[in-house]
C-alpha cells in the first residue's frame, strides 16, 4: 500500500478554514513536510514539522501532528483563492545513508468565493 | 541565492525515441540531487537520486537512465520512450550539510507526452 495516503480533494468557501489530513506508515519518520504545487510548477516547501512536536504554526498555516497515529494535518486559516492548488504531505526515510522524502498523492484544493 | 533550472519544459516525442531531460543548479556546491515523475493520480515517484559526481541511486526500475557527469548537472534518460513514460519531471536539490530537514527545492517541471 501507499506509504503517505492523503485524500485527493477538497473544497472549501473563501475565507474559511481548510484541513488537508495526512497519515503515514513510517514510525521512524524524524520529519514531515506540506509542499504546495501551483498548475503547471514544481513544489514549493510550506512548513515542516520535526517529530518531537506536537504542532507548529506560521502564519496562517497550523500543523498537527500524532504520532501515534501517525497522522499529519495542515490547516490554512481564512483560505483565499490564491491558495488553490495541490499540497502534498511527505515523510522522510534513511535510504542509502540519506533522508529521502516520500510524497503521498496530493490533495487538490478548491477555494471558491 | 541558489536557483535551479530545468529544461525542456515541454517535449513531446513518438515512442521508440530517445529522451533527455536536464537540470541543473548553480549557487552551491555538492548537491544532492533528484528526479521524480509525477504521473496522473499517482503523485510524486522518486525516480533517481545523486549524492555526487557519478553516484546515481535508482528507486524503479524501467527504461529511463540519469546521469551527473558535473556537479550541479543532472540528466534523465532513455534510449526508447514508451507510451507510460509520459508525465511531468520534477528535478530537485538539497543541501547534503543542512543537519535539520532534507528540504528539497525544485525545478518548474518537463512536461513529456510520449504519443
Known amino acids: 500500500g501507499e506509504d503517505v495516503e492523503q485524500s485527493l480533494f477538497l473544497s472549501v468557501r473563501e475565507g474559511d478554514s481548510s484541513v488537508i489530513n495526512c497519515t503515514y506508515t513510517?514510525?521512524?519518520?524524524?520529519?514531515l513536510y506540506w509542499y504546495k504545487q501551483e498548475p503547471g510548477a514544481g513544489l514549493q516547501l510550506l512548513t515542516y514539522i520535526f517529530s518531537n512536536m506536537d504542532m507548529k504554526q506560521d502564519q496562517r498555516l497550523t500543523v498537527l501532528l500524532n504520532k501515534k497515529d501517525k497522522h499529519l494535518s495542515l490547516r490554512i486559516a481564512d483560505t483565499q483563492t490564491g491558495d488553490s492548488a495541490i499540497y502534498f504531505c511527505a515523510e522522510s526515510e534513511k535510504t542509502g545513508g540519506s533522508y529521502i522524502p516520500t510524497f503521498g498523492r496530493g490533495t487538490s484544493l478548491i477555494v471558491h468565493p | 541565492s541558489q536557483t535551479i533550472h530545468q529544461w525542456p519544459a515541454t517535449l513531446v516525442q513518438p515512442v521508440g525515441s530517445p529522451l533527455s531531460l536536464e537540470c541543473t543548479v548553480e549557487?552551491?556546491?555538492?548537491?544532492?540531487l533528484y528526479w521524480y515523475r509525477q504521473a496522473a493520480g499517482r503523485g510524486l515517484q522518486l525516480l533517481f537520486y545523486s549524492v555526487g559526481i557519478g553516484q546515481i541511486s535508482s528507486e524503479v526500475p524501467q527504461n529511463l537512465s540519469a546521469s551527473r557527469p558535473q556537479d550541479r548537472q543532472f540528466i534523465l534518460s532513455s534510449k526508447k520512450l514508451l507510451l507510460s513514460d509520459s508525465g511531468f519531471y520534477l528535478c530537485?536539490?538539497?543541501?547534503?550539510?543542512?543537519?535539520?530537514?532534507?528540504?528539497?527545492?525544485f525545478g518548474a517541471g518537463s512536461r513529456l507526452t510520449v504519443l
Open positions: 549557487g552551491t556546491s555538492n548537491p544532492n
Open positions: 530537485a536539490w538539497s543541501d547534503p550539510l543542512f543537519s535539520g530537514a532534507n528540504v528539497l527545492t
Open positions: 513510517d514510525s521512524s519518520s524524524t520529519y
